[in-house]
């Protein structure tokens, strides 16, 4: 069993390239789930709730996008979140990973990780592939990918804020093992994707 990571910048179509490989036969993790995951459970959610009072709706729920705002403007407050909801992802991630290792099958897993070089996952797994576009293209998906999510436009500053609470998207793919560049058209990144898929068959192999 082989199972690499997937990381790369904001926006710049982590979700497409799973999905992708998916279509392949692939199966695929992502830490984003395990987050949406940590969120449903009972201990974790009261600490982010008392933690973060003025993201929370007339209910006394979460408003993930007032969250996003908050973190994303703040990096004590988004450190803050990540203390308090990073333990119960990695362990997630950490149970699935050893379990998966264990097996004997000869399988090919990927996992979507976003933060993998910021929080040095990178051992964890046994490549990695790093996503990337274009700077005009990424801050394009962003905006409207807020738009879609929240029907919030960003500012120019907000866009520069959720992109600064990453490392630059160059620095990631310098890190990676195989990097994979999702600036053109879903038909362009399949024809792509079949030629990584083939390369890592013949990794695991060999």
């Given at each position: 069993?082989?199972?690499?990571?997937?990381?790369?910048?904001?926006?710049?179509?982590k979700s497409a390239v799973i999905a992708a490989f998916e279509r392949l036969?692939?199966?695929?993790?992502s830490a984003d789930i395990d987050a949406r995951e940590a969120m449903g459970d009972p201990a974790v959610n009261r600490a982010v709730r008392d933690a973060f009072p003025d993201a929370l709706n007339q209910h006394g729920q979460l408003d993930r996008a007032t969250l996003g705002q908050l973190i994303y403007a703040d990096t004590t407050r988004r450190k803050l979140l990540g203390q308090i909801m990073h333990p119960f992802i990695r362990a997630r991630m950490r149970e699935r990973i050893e379990q998966n290792?264990?097996?004997?099958?000869?399988?090919?897993?990927?996992?979507?990780?976003?933060?993998?070089f910021e929080g040095s996952l990178e051992s964890?797994?046994?490549?990695t592939i790093c996503v990337t576009c274009s700077p005009d293209e990424q801050k394009r998906r962003l905006c409207?990918?807020?738009?879609?999510?929240?029907?919030?436009?960003?500012s120019d500053d907000e866009v520069g804020q959720m992109l600064a609470s990453q490392l630059p998207v160059t620095e990631k793919a310098?890190?990676?093992?195989?990097?994979?560049?999702?600036?053109?058209?879903?038909?362009?990144?399949?024809?792509v994707l079949q030629t990584v898929y083939m390369r890592l068959l013949h990794k695991m192999r060999s």
């Open positions: 069993m082989a199972i690499w990571a997937v990381t790369g910048g904001i926006a710049c179509g036969g692939v199966t695929c993790y290792h264990a097996s004997t099958i000869e399988l090919l897993e990927l996992y979507e990780v976003p933060l993998l964890w797994f046994d490549g409207e990918r807020n738009r879609a999510r929240y029907n919030i436009e960003l310098a890190l990676a093992d195989i990097v994979i560049d999702n600036s053109g058209s879903t038909d362009d990144l399949q024809g």
